[in-house]
Structure formats: structure tokens, C-alpha cells
Nanobody, 115 residues
């Protein structure tokens, strides 16, 4: 069974940066588009960024120009570089297949943007 383990979250001040990583057991990376999702308290989970198996990225309007998604298929790892963070980016961040999740969700990684 595929397992997803997210890491790299933390507390950061507005304008700061973080780099998230998602390690996947099993060989889902090479054949699937992957994505980062987030869920803020009291809100529905939303798609933040996706990347095709060929490496083409796509971003939610709210993060365009600030976030960069990338993947290392040899290491079965997905990344999300987040710059110019805003308080509204505060959420638990998850990875999964895209455009819809098809494997069990991991525990996520908490990102808190606050001064």
C-alpha cells in the first residue's frame, strides 16, 4: 500500500519561506501527476499546485508567483517551495495524486504564518 509522508512545515513570519517535502513509498510517482493540497481550519481542502508526470506545473491563483512545485522521481519525492508566505497560507499541507487524490492521505505537515 502506498504511504505518503509530508515534512518541512513550521512556524514562519509573513514574508518568510519554507520548503515542504513528500516522500512516497511505492512507485506512484513515475506514472502519476502529483499535487499539493491544503486545509485551513474550518475550510475545505483545496488544491495548491500540481505537476504532471512530465514535469509541467500548475498553480492555484492564490499562490502563483510565490510557490514552486517540483518532483524527483528517482527518489519518489515531491517538493513545494513556498516564498513570500502570508497569514492566509496557514494550513495543514498534504500531497497526493492529482487532479484527484487516489491514495490514502498522509498526516500532513502544519504551516503557520504569523508574526
Amino acid at each position: 500500500q502506498v504511504q505518503l509522508v509530508e515534512s518541512g512545515g513550521g512556524l514562519v513570519q509573513p514574508g518568510g519561506s519554507l520548503r515542504l517535502a513528500c516522500a512516497a513509498s511505492g512507485s506512484i510517482f513515475s506514472i502519476n501527476a502529483m499535487g499539493w493540497y491544503r486545509q485551513a481550519p474550518g475550510k475545505q481542502r483545496e488544491t495548491v499546485a500540481t505537476i504532471t508526470s512530465g514535469g509541467r506545473p500548475d498553480y492555484a491563483d492564490s499562490v502563483k508567483g510565490r510557490f514552486t512545485i517540483s518532483r524527483d522521481d528517482a527518489k519518489n519525492t515531491l517538493f513545494l517551495r513556498m516564498n513570500s508566505l502570508k497569514p492566509e497560507d496557514t494550513a495543514i499541507y498534504y500531497c497526493n495524486t492529482a487532479p484527484r487524490a487516489t491514495v490514502p492521505w498522509g498526516q500532513g505537515t502544519q504551516v503557520t504564518v504569523s508574526s
